[in-house]
């Protein structure tokens, strides 16, 4: 007994010593508490209002962008306490976006603006949250069917494709190894992701989104699992009835969605012929397609190089860094409807990463969508689409 009695002993003795090592020194370091002086959204925010290239630049989004999206600000706000003041809504908000816009890390935000790094990375994973909840409906809502007409006719205009209802594809979000994860992250390019399946329409507009899927899945498998398909197969999308083609008008066609190969072929779903020794035909449109789909990979560039925290792996658990997707997804319809985009913003795609991998599909399904992309094929082209595809 009197062993285990001095073992015990120890043992209370030594995580008294524990606790006082850890024992915090300062409340607040006295860096931190000069935040109101010298903190970099004190020190700039009022010079950037004078200059709206400037604060695009910065942002990312214009001055009345920023001041919309400041809305939020009922649910930003943080009491004070007796021990200390909240920061700011706008604040936290500025914090927010310079993150997402820029891809610096928790650190720096700590020295710059003068903040934690605990407090700077729950201020951001809330925030993210918070304009996903609330704005998720407003900027990336489901399409009616007057809607997906609209979205239909912006193909038809800018890609010569008709009765297109948008372009899918997925991408890869480089992360961090998270801990304990095994190789479900771990995809066939060799490093860990997380997949980001969206479609878009003509106007480079998100109008899905799926996010967070483990980086070893397919397109074809997460677009399959999503809500999005069981609502396609369900006929709950509220798409067009098949009506005829400009250029024909003796079947009815149905609307489509244009993917690369890594989607079955369906009644709703085109995708390019497949094989080397193809007809020119099948070349050509396979080509008109392809003009269709790039809206999807144009999309994508934007995104990330307007918000370049995609330009480096993502450093944050697995559920922040789903935040921080959906969050940019959302930003990027908020800003590009009110804003635009800036020519800076298209210069290059890095970031995102395409998969490549080609789905099978069984010989003896979808004949009629067969049918379907045939019928597209021999619909009349344009001279010029014609000249532009070697026989």
């Given at each position: 007994m009197e062993i285990e009695e001095c073992i015990a002993v120890w043992h209370l003795l030594n995580n008294k010593k524990k606790k006082l090592k850890r024992r915090r020194i300062l409340w607040v370091h006295s860096m931190l508490g000069l935040r109101e002086s010298k903190g970099m959204y004190n020190l700039l925010y009022q010079d950037l209002l004078q200059d709206p290239s400037k604060f695009f630049n910065y942002f990312r989004m214009s001055i009345q962008s920023f001041e919309e999206l400041h809305i939020l600000k009922i649910r930003l706000v943080k009491k004070d306490t007796n021990m200390r003041r909240s920061i700011a809504s706008k604040k936290r908000l500025a914090m927010t976006l310079r993150y997402l816009a820029t891809g610096c890390s928790l650190t720096e935000l700590h020295y710059n603006y003068r903040v934690g790094i605990s407090t700077a990375s729950e201020i951001i994973q809330q925030t993210c949250k918070l304009i996903w909840i609330f704005m998720k409906e407003q900027c990336i809502p489901m399409p009616t069917r007057e809607k997906w007409l609209e979205i239909a006719d912006g193909f038809l205009k800018n890609a010569n494709y008709p009765h297109c209802l948008g372009a899918i594809d997925g991408k890869h979000i480089r992360v961090i190894k998270p801990q304990h994860s095994g190789s479900l992250y771990f995809n066939y390019k060799h490093f860990f992701s997380i997949q980001l399946l969206a479609m878009c329409d003509s106007n480079y507009c998100f109008t899905f989104v799926d996010i967070g899927d483990h980086g070893k899945n397919s397109d074809s498998s997460i677009f399959k699992n999503s809500h999005f398909y069981k609502n396609l197969t369900s006929k709950k999308l509220d798409f067009p009835?098949?009506?005829?083609?400009?250029?024909?008008?003796?079947?009815?066609?149905?609307?489509?969605?244009?993917?690369?190969?890594?989607?079955?072929?369906?009644?709703?779903?085109?995708?390019?012929?497949?094989?080397?020794?193809?007809?020119?035909?099948?070349?050509?449109?396979?080509?008109?397609?392809?003009?269709?789909?790039?809206?999807?990979?144009?999309?994508?560039?934007?995104?990330?190089?307007?918000?370049?925290?995609?330009?480096?792996?993502?450093?944050?658990?697995?559920?922040?860094?789903?935040?921080?997707?959906?969050?940019?997804?959302?930003?990027?319809?908020?800003?590009?409807?009110?804003?635009?985009?800036?020519?800076?913003?298209?210069?290059?795609?890095?970031?995102?990463?395409?998969?490549?991998?080609?789905?099978?599909?069984?010989?003896?399904?979808?004949?009629?969508?067969?049918?379907?992309?045939?019928?597209?094929?021999?619909?009349?082209?344009?001279?010029?689409?014609?000249?532009?595809?070697?026989?």
């Open positions: 009835n098949p009506d005829f083609l400009p250029q024909k008008k003796d079947y009815k066609i149905p609307y489509v969605i244009v993917g690369d190969e890594a989607f079955g072929l369906s009644f709703n779903v085109m995708r390019p012929y497949g094989g080397k020794n193809i007809s020119s035909k099948k070349r050509i449109h396979n080509y008109r397609l392809t003009r269709a789909r790039r809206f999807i990979e144009c999309t994508f560039g934007i995104l990330s190089n307007k918000w370049r925290i995609f330009h480096r792996p993502l450093n944050v658990s697995i559920d922040f860094a789903v935040d921080i997707v959906k969050a940019c997804t959302v930003l990027h319809n908020f800003v590009r409807v009110r804003d635009g985009y800036k020519h800076e913003d298209t210069l290059s795609v890095q970031g995102l990463y395409d998969d490549d991998y080609v789905a099978e599909t069984g010989a003896g399904s979808a004949r009629s969508a067969t049918i379907i992309r045939d019928y597209f094929m021999n619909t009349d082209i344009l001279p010029w689409q014609n000249s532009c595809i070697a026989v």
